[in-house]
């Protein structure tokens, strides 16, 4: 079951103080928080990657595999919205920005 466009519009409305964004990847959507890769939702469920800085504020989330291949990530309750609001924060501030493709 693939995401819905209601499901993606809920979770970038949870997400407050960013230039929030989302891409449609596979089906799936990857939300960007200040141009960085900070969720990943598949199946109408938020995964958030397992980092050490995380580790206390997500210490009892549930986890899951997002898709085939994919490592263990935490599943983010995005009803909390103190939870999201901390994971996020985390999240854009040690996720890097992508690395710009070239173009040869």
Request: hydrophobic share 35%; aromatic share 10%; charged share 30%.
């Amino acid at each position: 079951m693939a995401t819905s466009e209601e499901f993606i519009q809920y979770v970038c409305e949870q997400i407050r103080g960013y230039d929030v964004r989302y891409k449609k990847m596979f089906g799936e959507y990857m939300v960007y928080a200040n141009d960085k890769p900070v969720l990943l939702v598949c199946d109408n469920c938020v995964y958030v990657k397992k980092v050490e800085q995380l580790s206390d504020v997500m210490r009892d989330a549930e986890t899951g595999i997002p898709y085939s291949g994919a490592k263990e990530h935490y599943i983010l309750d995005t009803e909390n919205s103190e939870l999201t609001a901390r994971a996020v924060e985390i999240l854009e501030r040690v996720t890097p920005l992508p690395k710009r493709k070239r173009n040869n």
